[in-house]
Nanobody, 117 residues
């Protein structure tokens, strides 16, 4: 019922910046929370940042102060601005949306972020 399409990943040097975008379609009015997760090879998927319908944000300690999550409701899009990137930020980044009365989850296809040293 909710489809997510991610974009903006790529290769960036350490210390650089990158902005990820996630465009939502479908029952966007029922989305309660959106977030960005990431998963590096051999590691578990972890929450990077999330934003609720009310606008509350939450960040992983490892990205706090460097990453910013935001929404553009007119474009049905959530963004992740990533600054001061480090090699350990290298991962596949997934957009997530929690929606509906039963708190269902929708996931994007993932976008690769590679930070070179």
């Amino acid at each position: 019922q909710v489809q997510l399409v991610e974009s903006g990943g790529g290769l960036v040097q350490a210390g650089g910046s990158l902005r990820l975008s996630c465009a939502a379609s479908g029952m966007i009015f029922s989305i309660s929370t959106m977030g960005w997760y990431r998963q590096a090879p051999g590691k578990q998927r972890e929450l990077v940042a999330s934003i609720t319908y009310a606008g509350s944000t939450n960040y992983a300690e490892s990205v706090k102060g460097r990453f910013t999550i935001s929404r553009d409701n007119a474009k049905n899009t959530v963004y992740l601005q990533m600054n001061s990137l480090k090699s350990e930020d290298t991962a596949v980044y997934y957009c997530n949306a929690r929606y509906g009365r039963w708190d269902r989850d929708s996931w994007g296809q993932g976008t690769q972020v590679t930070v070179s040293s």
